[in-house]
């Protein structure tokens, strides 16, 4: 599966960006989806993870009730929605897809399918 994010860009403190990751090939539902991010000399963080039929979505404490994660598997589509944008959200945006059983993944190494990035500048 190929991934393609966008929708990234320049937002003030406090403000929203609703990310897109647009996915090509088959089987979609397949996958488990996820949601990472990596800012300037930091490692790749985990950010939002959502199951297969989108019925489980979980996240990291630092974006716990700011961000959503969502998917329409009929569009082959996984969103992340993020409110109440801080200064520490600046970073480079990254989708990915995993293949291994169960649901809930959390490390960057359990995801086999990454989308190139986009980057969210969150400043004043």
């Known amino acids: 599966v190929q991934l393609v994010e966008s929708g990234g860009g320049l937002v003030q403190p406090g403000g929203s960006l609703r990310l897109f990751c647009a996915a090509s090939g088959r089987s979609f539902s397949h996958y488990v989806m996820g949601w990472f991010r990596q800012a300037p000399g930091k490692e790749r963080e985990f950010i939002a993870g959502?199951?297969?039929?989108?019925?489980?979505?979980y996240y990291a404490d630092s974006v716990k009730g700011r961000f959503r994660i969502s998917r329409d598997n009929a569009k082959n589509t996984v969103y992340l929605q993020m409110n109440s944008l801080e200064l520490e959200d600046t970073a480079v945006y990254y989708c990915?897809?995993?293949?291994?059983?169960?649901?809930?993944?959390?490390?960057?190494?359990?995801?086999?399918?990454w989308g190139q990035g986009t980057l969210v500048t969150v400043s004043s």
């Open positions: 990915a897809a995993s293949r291994l059983t169960g649901n809930h993944h959390r490390r960057p190494d359990e995801y086999e399918y």
């Open positions: 959502i199951s297969r039929n989108g019925g489980l979505s």
